[in-house]
């Protein structure tokens, strides 16, 4: 076909975001793009149909915007909303949260839950009549393979992605076209570092070395691992990771990122989704270095281990004295999501020199019934109720907090709470052992030159 015929079928599938919004009906499942890829003329015009609709669910991943839907039904008579992954943006919304772990987000669209129509941000259709995702992948091919009807929203200020897999996919599967107000993505500011995220990279730092392939989670801790990368000798990293940042685009800069050393996509930097500044958008723009794959490749333990020394660092919430990890929720109170912390944790260990890290400060800061600051402790001896385990025991492998950095793999229960008080802060640790003893997990050979 020529490009000709496909700028017609373009036109004829162009429409208005409130015509497009006609398709959704009673009980449908709306899915919203993902990350910074936001969909606002289409969101808008669903908010429109409030007084027309009823039970319409919206599905998102990682929401990132104040939706219209919320905005003129607070309190979700009409539209609820469901996340794969919650933000302060979707807590605020009264988003549910959509259990699962990223890697097994595809399979699980085939698996029971139909999806009816999708909001599908997108770049500016090629001559060749494909449309670029942009700065995503995740699932989005597999929602349009799976879901009813289709409606893209053009944006001309996003980034061109390149891939190597499901990056982009043809008109020919789309059902509808709006074009938007091209708002560019939303750019995050750096998220600034405190003490204990320094101390804490100085330790991951002392593990790390050259040749490893890294994956980063979302703070200030891999941040501040970033910064002290740029600043040491380590060369010749590489990159598979789950969220594409600034902090590897500075190490690619600097020549620390060669990616020489991976075994699979040598030579290239492979995430799924791509977060952060407008210079990081401006730095994926037809970027071959940096390719994007589906989730299911990109999280898959297995493809992880291929390469070798995987280096994951992520950050959690608590640990108890078993060594379990929330990294998602507070009692009954849903945070976050387990996203792909546990695929990367998993896929580390596997890789051949491997090392897989859970990271948190020992203490946080809550205010107390009558409002007072109250400094508690993060490793406790049992979840609070309702609190869900993020990585259960056995897959726990290295622990960190300021005071230090403990593999956890191959030791007993009392070894265990041995290695975790000694992470915790001075203050909190006679307690903690109290509870091990109650706990029967402590013995009285457990070292004590630490206290």
């Known amino acids: 076909m020529s490009f000709t015929s496909f700028e017609e079928e373009y036109k004829q599938k162009l429409t208005t975001p409130a015509e497009a919004v006609k398709v959704v009906k009673d009980g449908d499942w709306v899915v919203y793009g993902e990350f910074v890829t936001t969909t606002p003329a289409l969101d808008k015009a669903l908010a429109a149909r409030k007084d027309e609709l009823h039970d319409v669910h919206i599905e998102a991943c990682t929401l990132r915007f104040n939706t219209a839907v919320y905005q ?22 009264g988003a549910y949260y959509m259990v699962g772990s990223y890697e097994e987000n ?54 061109y992605c390149c891939g190597g897999g499901e990056a982009s996919f043809h008109i020919s599967q789309v059902d509808a076209i709006v074009e938007g107000d091209n708002q560019p993505p939303e750019s ?40 002290f990368i740029a600043d040491s000798d380590i060369k010749d990293l590489g990159v598979h990771t789950e969220m594409m940042m600034d902090a590897f685009m500075k190490l690619y800069k600097t020549g620390k990122i060669t990616n020489r050393n991976k075994a699979i996509n040598k030579g290239k930097m492979v995430y799924t989704f791509a977060m952060g500044s407008s210079e990081l958008y401006d730095f994926l723009d ?24 995987v280096f994951a660092i992520n950050n959690c919430l608590h640990v108890d004295l078993f060594t379990q990890v929330s990294s998602e929720s507070v009692g009954f109170k849903q945070i976050s999501g387990v996203g792909g912390q546990w695929d990367f944790l998993y896929g580390a260990f596997l890789s051949e020199g491997g090392k897989g890290f859970v990271c948190m400060h020992s203490t946080s800061r809550r205010k107390d019934k009558d409002g007072n600051w109250k400094v508690e402790s993060r490793i406790v001896p049992t979840f609070a109720p309702g609190t869900c385990v993020s990585v259960p025991r056995h ?10 950095c403990k593999n956890m793999k191959g030791l007993s229960t009392w070894e265990r709470a041995e290695a975790i008080i000694s992470l915790a802060h001075p203050d909190f640790r006679d307690e903690l052992i109290k509870k091990a003893e109650e706990m029967k997990i402590w013995r009285r050979s457990n070292k004590t030159d630490w206290f």
């Open 188 to 227: 995050l500011p750096a998220v600034p570092s405190a003490d204990e995220d320094t101390q804490i990279a100085k330790l991951i730092m002392n593990e790390l070395e050259d040749g490893c392939c890294l994956q980063l989670g979302i703070g200030g801790i891999p941040n501040k691992v970033g910064e």
């Open 106 to 159: 595809i399979k699980s669209m085939t698996m029971g839950h139909h999806r009816n129509v999708a909001f599908i941000s997108v770049c500016p259709m090629d001559k060749h009549g494909f449309f670029n995702l942009s700065l995503t992948c995740s699932d989005s091919q597999a929602l349009i393979d799976t879901c009813d009807y289709i409606i893209v929203e053009v944006n001309k200020s996003l980034p």
């Open 72 to 93: 003129v039904d607070p309190e979700h008579k009409v539209f609820d909303i469901n996340d794969r992954s919650l933000t302060p943006y979707s807590r605020k919304q």
């Open 286 to 309: 037809h970027n071959e270095a940096a390719l994007k794959f589906p989730s299911n490749y990109t999280n898959d333990p297995y493809v992880i281990a291929k390469n070798p020394k």
């Open 395 to 404: 897959h726990t492998f290295y622990v960190v907090t300021e005071y230090g």
